[in-house]
């Protein structure tokens, strides 16, 4: 929501990193931590000035480089813009794997779901099983009341307290 103006403002790295805190802060006051993300914005746009090229990076770990990028950040990058075979492991997917058996349930980490996932998942889909993880997290693997009786891969599913949706 608060991109579309950012980037109109702010539309190459030059711009972003050559502005200030009061200049940012505006148009990204309603998010979370926008303190902390308007420091990130001006530092990140600085080294892709600076180190980039102003360039997107590709890899994983300069883009991990980056202020305020971590590994999910940097996975989803990779991903979506340079259609890589990595896998982002947000609250969604990090839960609803070890729910329904992709993931061990004592895995304690995002890094620990995301190397059994990509293990398993055929190259080809591992950019895409991210998406479908959250959409499926979100619509029917739902937190606190899945709706077992309407899951394609019920059937399959490892989670023990099915059929809890009434």
Known sequence: MVTPALFREFPTPEHLANSSFDEVFPFIKSVTYPN?????????AKMLCE????????????L??????????????????YNQPVLAVD?????????IGLANLNSKTPLAVEQQLIKYIPTHLIAKAH???ILHGR?????????????VIEDICEYDEKNVEE
């Not at 902390?36 to 990140?44: A, D, N, Q, V």
Request: proline share 5%; charged share 25%; net charge positive.
């Open 64 to 81: 991990q480089k980056l202020p305020g990028v971590g590994r999910k950040t940097a996975n989803v990058i990779a991903s979506v813009v």
């Open 36 to 44: 902390s993300k308007t420091k990130h914005l001006i530092g990140m």
């Open 51 to 62: 180190k980039f090229d102003s360039k997107v990076p590709e890899t994983i770990t300069d």
């Open 91 to 99: 609250t969604h997917v990090f839960r609803v794997s070890k729910r």
């Open 139 to 151: 619509y029917t693997c739902i937190a606190r009341k899945p709706r077992c009786s309407s899951c």
């Open 131 to 133: 998406h479908w993880l």
